[in-house]
């Protein structure tokens, strides 16, 4: 039980930042592009792609290539429950 507390804090942990939060609800919608993530969270580019690699490096997105852009989406349906409740409970219009 002890290891897999250990596993879930550090899930938590890798979630526990606005920008990788914001960019998770965003993905939980689809796959974007680097620059539609930044328009749509307002955050710049070196920043997004910092919050990105760590979020990749953890296996929680994924990236595809087609030309020039690069296209990122969830890898991880833990993640995507995750931010289900998150807006259910912090985000939803009642």
Not at 40 to 63: D, F, W, Y
Request: charged letters at 20%; one cysteine or more; hydrophobic letters at 40%.
């Amino acid at each position: 039980m002890m290891a897999k507390a250990s596993q879930v804090s550090h899930f938590l942990s890798i979630m526990a930042n606005p920008h990788r939060i914001m960019i998770l609800c965003h993905l939980t919608y689809g796959e974007f592009t680097v620059n539609e993530l930044e328009e749509k969270i307002k955050i710049r580019q070196s920043h997004l792609s910092q919050q990105l690699k760590i979020l990749r490096a953890e296996g929680v997105v994924k990236c595809r290539r087609v030309s020039r852009s690069i296209y990122y989406s969830l890898d991880s349906d833990a993640a995507h429950q995750l931010v289900k409740v998150i807006y259910k409970n912090f985000c939803q219009q009642s």
